[in-house]
């Protein structure tokens, strides 16, 4: 019965986006043809289906399904599909897609509203992040180190960032929110400093988009030091990395961000 969705949480784990994605849907079809009161494991099964989705860049997906999916959640007073999908399936990026940053954070906010405020939880987590990533959108990086700080001693304190690809984007959303705000005072070396710790950090642990996204922060700076032959390189070499672990919308951007630099 769990056997597939079981896999594709490992497969998150691991950052394996394509079984992640073969896993996910052989749940959610065995759960549907299958079986009746699985609620909570096709709320896991579609949080893991549009982690790996938008991961791979296949953010129309999430943006076709998902609404969908909350009003089904909402409808049968689903208080945990409705949340959890809201927050916690990296559904941000439909908002994102579509420009609109600032309903994302209402919709977030509003959300939590209705969970426990108890420990710190995955929904949380996933709010806090799709907060920050919002107000990088809307280029308020100051608002966006806000949201930042305000949970990243309790989310530090928790046990999330035990799970190896939670404390990957807890560093990487921290770190290009100081990247932006040093981008924008190229002369303030703590936040340099900040850059480059984050971006040892992840070169340290053992996933390939790690290196790959630390060649991102390492680029930026590059870029904002007029070092435009060092930022491409960065750049390149992330955009290769980012294609062999299957992050095809990682890859994108990198390549989009070439593109601007040439």
């Not at 990026?93 to 995955?122: F, Y």
């Not at 936040?191 to 790690?210: F, N, Q, S």
């Not at 590059?222 to 992050?247: I, P």
Request: neutral net charge; aromatic residues 12%.
């Amino acid at each position: 019965l769990f056997r597939s969705l079981l896999r594709a949480f490992t497969d998150y784990l691991l950052c394996r986006i394509d079984d992640g994605l073969r896993h996910s849907l052989e749940a959610i079809d065995f759960f549907r043809e299958r079986c009746v009161g699985v609620g909570w494991e096709m709320t896991s099964a579609y949080t893991l289906l549009f982690w790996f989705k938008s991961w791979a860049g296949d953010v129309a997906y999430v943006s076709e399904h998902l609404p969908q999916l909350l009003k089904e959640g909402a409808a049968r007073g689903d208080v945990n599909q409705e949340i959890s999908l809201r927050t916690g399936s990296f559904g941000h990026n439909a908002h994102l897609a579509a420009d609109r940053p600032s309903q994302c954070i209402e919709e977030n906010d509003r959300a939590l509203a209705h969970w426990s405020r108890r420990g710190v939880h995955l929904q949380h987590y996933g709010a806090w992040f799709a907060n920050i990533e919002s107000y990088l959108y809307l280029r308020d990086y100051e608002k966006a180190r806000e949201a930042l700080l305000s949970e990243w001693d309790a989310i530090s304190r928790s046990f999330i960032l035990r799970w190896q690809p939670l404390l990957v984007m807890a560093l990487t959303i921290r770190s290009r929110v100081v990247l932006a705000l040093w981008l924008q005072r190229t002369g303030d070396t703590a936040l340099r400093a900040e850059v480059e710790y984050h971006a040892k950090r992840l070169k340290r642990i053992p996933l390939l988009w790690c290196n790959a996204t630390a060649s991102i922060l390492l680029a930026g700076l590059a870029a904002g030091d007029g070092n435009r032959r060092n930022a491409l390189r960065g750049l390149e070499s992330a955009g290769e990395e980012f294609e062999k672990a299957s992050l095809h919308g990682y890859a994108a951007a990198a390549r989009y961000l070439c593109g601007l630099l040439m």
